[in-house]
């Protein structure tokens, strides 16, 4: 089971850490995907970090202002959200692929076999 927390109602410009945790398993050995939805919009992935060797993909919407990584001691995998717009407005959800493609991570969501419920984020102007 997958559990997102770190959410929250902010201000644009400001920041936020999203935080994926598994009840009874650790995150090293999956693959993780960082999802977004908001409300009458496809879901969007934004990040994922590969179990290999930490490779991380990006959505170019949010390069240069997201960051995913791991927190070993937390045993979580973690996404820091800086300068947040209004458009980053939606529910944040994480997604887990047990162990890791040959090929970047991806960001479409289809490989995932493991959802959390998500995190709302709410940026206002």
């Known amino acids: 089971q997958l559990v997102e927390s770190g959410g929250g109602s902010v201000q644009r410009g400001r920041s936020l850490r999203l935080s994926c945790a598994a009840s009874?398993?650790?995150?090293?050995?999956?693959?993780i995907g960082w999802f977004r939805q908001a409300p009458g919009k496809e879901r969007e992935g934004v990040a994922c970090?590969?179990?290999?060797?930490?490779?991380?993909v990006y959505a170019d919407s949010v390069k240069g202002r997201f960051t995913i990584y791991r927190d070993d001691s937390k045993k979580t995998v973690s996404l820091q959200v800086n300068n947040l717009e209004p458009a980053d407005t939606a529910n944040y959800s994480c997604?887990?692929?047990?162990?890791?493609?040959?090929?970047?991570?991806?960001?479409?969501?289809?490989?995932?076999?493991?959802w959390g419920q998500g995190t709302q984020v709410s940026v206002s102007s």
């Open positions: 997604a887990a692929l047990p162990g890791s493609p040959e090929k970047p991570c991806d960001l479409s969501g289809r490989l995932y076999l493991y």
């Open positions: 970090i590969r179990s290999l060797d930490d490779a991380t």
């Open positions: 009874g398993d650790h995150l090293n050995y999956y693959t």
